[in-house]
């Protein structure tokens, strides 16, 4: 039974450190605001301001597990929702920050000794802005008063009695300079200025909200991307893995194949004691090749000896026509190379090159390492002296070589090669150049 895959999340430690940038940004930019209008960064607002942001952040934060309920939505409904949603959560915010600043006094934050005397007086308008700030608008020094008014009849005789003034009104607006203030019954006027400055703040904050909850998508956007990039690089390594076990197990078949024509060809000559000792070597040279992973690398000494296994398999079939020689340097013993990499070379040299002539043979493998321009390679030859078969010649001869092509792509991509041909001076020979790797094997013979 397969599980399911489990959907990408924005981890929480991005989530809160996306709320902390954000509410330490309006944090500053708030101050900073006061700052420039001519308000001193007095502890009492910065300190009920932080309270604010660190309240604030809490309370978006509780609201995260309702934004992943909509990480498999459309674009769609997560707008409608968040559109929505957002009201609430900024009415909420616009609160806390009416709670907060609703204790302030205006005189310990703000003023000198003749600003705080005007303001008990009443002589002053006290407001906050969107950002929880306290707004002081001093009077203007008052106009000199206007010369008294005289009736008439009054005028004639002589007598200066000041004209009887308008009487109160329940609401009179005054202009000093360009503010103007309203005065209207006192608790009416408070509560009504209270839920006015709250949702002044509403409104500010609603577009905060909404400014977070399109970050937390994007950061969302980038985790699935992140997601997706992972599953595509297992999915190219499980597909590249499989591809090597079957570029791999494709090389068993074949050489079982022709061992097994060998094996008859014993059997029916009557040669049983050369079959029985062609099966015990057969049998050894499967129990170390089945033993690994195929798309492990080996050692190249054990690669070799593998190779010194199929020789004395074949030499039961033509004990005086093979010949081989091991060149092996020092140095690369321990390089780590495709496990039977080297089998389908052998076995085209003893088919092409051995079977094909009356003439002992000789086959070699010689293993050294070359300086390059990307680093050191290894570069391993498996050559004969036979007649020299040609690459077109038959289709069993191009498998083997295609073979070890598409392994070493598959394996190195562009950093391996392959080269082979006839040798100038008779046979055939294939050049194997590879990074070369000194790391511990994963396959022992």
Same mark, same amino acid.
Request: charged share 20%; with cysteine; proline share 6%.
């Given at each position: 039974?397969?599980?399911?895959?489990?959907?990408?999340?924005?981890?929480?430690?991005?989530?809160?450190?996306?709320?902390?940038?954000?509410?330490?940004?309006?944090?500053?930019?708030?101050?900073?605001?006061?700052?420039?209008?001519?308000?001193?960064?007095?502890?009492?607002?910065?300190?009920?301001?932080?309270?604010?942001?660190?309240?604030?952040?809490?309370?978006?934060?509780?609201?995260?597990?309702?934004?992943?309920?909509?990480?498999?939505?459309?674009?769609?409904?997560?707008?409608?929702?968040?559109?929505?949603?957002?009201?609430?959560?900024?009415?909420?915010?616009?609160?806390?920050?009416?709670?907060?600043?609703?204790?302030?006094?205006?005189?310990?934050?703000?003023?000198?000794?003749?600003?705080?005397?005007?303001?008990?007086?009443?002589?002053?308008?006290?407001?906050?802005?969107?950002?929880?700030?306290?707004?002081?608008?001093?009077?203007?020094?008052?106009?000199?008063?206007?010369?008294?008014?005289?009736?008439?009849?009054?005028?004639?005789?002589?007598?200066?009695?000041?004209?009887?003034?308008?009487?109160?009104?329940?609401?009179?607006?005054?202009?000093?300079?360009?503010?103007?203030?309203?005065?209207?019954?006192?608790?009416?006027?408070?509560?009504?200025?209270?839920?006015?400055?709250?949702?002044?703040?509403?409104?500010?904050?609603?577009?905060?909200?909404? *400014?977070?909850? !399109?970050?937390?998508?994007?950061?969302?956007? #980038?985790? @699935? &991307? %992140?997601?997706?990039?992972?599953?595509? +690089?297992?999915?190219?390594?499980?597909?590249?893995?499989?591809?090597?076990?079957?570029?791999?197990?494709?090389?068993?078949?074949?050489?079982?194949?022709?061992?097994?024509?060998?094996?008859?060809?014993?059997?029916?000559?009557?040669?049983?004691?050369?079959?029985?000792?062609?099966?015990?070597?057969?049998?050894?040279?499967?129990?170390?090749?089945?033993?690994?992973?195929?798309?492990?690398?080996?050692?190249?000494?054990?690669?070799?000896?593998?190779?010194?296994?199929?020789?004395?398999?074949?030499?039961?079939?033509?004990?005086?026509?093979?010949?081989?020689?091991?060149?092996?340097?020092?140095?690369?013993?321990?390089?780590?190379?495709?496990?039977?990499?080297?089998?389908?070379?052998?076995?085209?040299?003893?088919?092409? *090159?051995?079977? !094909?002539?009356?003439?002992?043979?000789?086959? #070699?493998? @010689? &293993? %050294?390492?070359?300086?390059?321009?990307? +680093?050191?390679?290894?570069?391993?030859?498996?050559?004969?002296?036979?007649?020299?078969?040609?690459?077109?010649?038959?289709?069993?001869?191009?498998?083997?070589?295609?073979?070890?092509?598409?392994?070493?792509?598959?394996?190195?991509?562009?950093?391996?090669?392959?080269?082979?041909?006839?040798?100038?001076?008779?046979?055939?020979?294939?050049?194997?150049?590879?990074?070369?790797?000194?790391?511990?094997?994963?396959?022992?013979?």
């Amino acid at each position: 039974m397969t599980q399911a895959v489990p959907y990408p999340r924005v981890p929480a430690r991005l989530v809160l450190a996306s709320l902390a940038a954000l509410w330490a940004c309006y944090f500053l930019v708030a101050s900073l605001r006061g700052a420039v209008m001519g308000f001193d960064l007095a502890w009492p607002i910065l300190s009920r301001r932080l309270t604010i942001c660190v309240l604030s952040m809490l309370v978006m934060a509780a609201v995260w597990p309702l934004l992943q309920m909509l990480d498999r939505k459309s674009n769609g409904v997560r707008l409608a929702v968040v559109l929505v949603g957002a009201l609430p959560l900024a009415l909420v915010l616009s609160v806390i920050n009416d709670t907060i600043f609703a204790d302030i006094e205006v005189p310990q934050a703000f003023g000198d000794k003749e600003d705080q005397a005007a303001i008990k007086a009443g002589n002053v308008r006290i407001s906050r802005d969107e950002a929880g700030n306290i707004l002081v608008d001093l009077p203007k020094p008052p106009e000199p008063p206007a010369p008294p008014t005289f009736s008439s009849s009054e005028a004639e005789d002589g007598a200066a009695v000041p004209a009887v003034p308008p009487p109160p009104q329940d609401v009179t607006a005054t202009r000093n300079g360009s503010a103007i203030t309203i005065h209207t019954s006192e608790a009416l006027g408070q509560e009504y200025g209270r839920w006015a400055a709250i949702a002044d703040t509403a409104f500010g904050r609603y577009f905060l909200v909404l *400014a977070w909850v !399109a970050l937390y998508f994007a950061l969302a956007k #980038a985790e @699935e &991307a %992140r997601a997706a990039e992972r599953r595509e +690089g297992e999915y190219r390594r499980a597909a590249e893995a499989a591809e090597l076990r079957s570029l791999r197990y494709q090389v068993n078949p074949h050489f079982l194949f022709n061992t097994l024509n060998s094996l008859s060809a014993l059997v029916m000559t009557g040669k049983q004691d050369d079959a029985e000792e062609m099966l015990q070597t057969l049998s050894t040279f499967y129990r170390r090749t089945l033993s690994g992973d195929p798309t492990t690398d080996m050692r190249l000494e054990d690669e070799i000896e593998l190779q010194k296994l199929y020789f004395a398999i074949e030499a039961v079939r033509f004990p005086n026509r093979l010949l081989t020689r091991i060149d092996l340097d020092d140095a690369v013993a321990n390089a780590m190379v495709p496990g039977m990499i080297l089998q389908p070379l052998v076995e085209n040299s003893v088919k092409y *090159a051995v079977s !094909a002539t009356r003439e002992p043979v000789t086959i #070699a493998i @010689e &293993a %050294r390492r070359e300086a390059s321009l990307a +680093g050191d390679d290894l570069v391993i030859t498996v050559r004969d002296n036979g007649p020299g078969a040609s690459l077109t010649k038959t289709e069993g001869f191009g498998i083997g070589l295609s073979n070890v092509r598409d392994r070493l792509r598959a394996r190195y991509g562009d950093a391996a090669s392959m080269t082979c041909g006839k040798r100038p001076e008779g046979g055939f020979a294939t050049v194997l150049r590879l990074p070369l790797d000194l790391g511990v094997s994963s396959v022992r013979g």
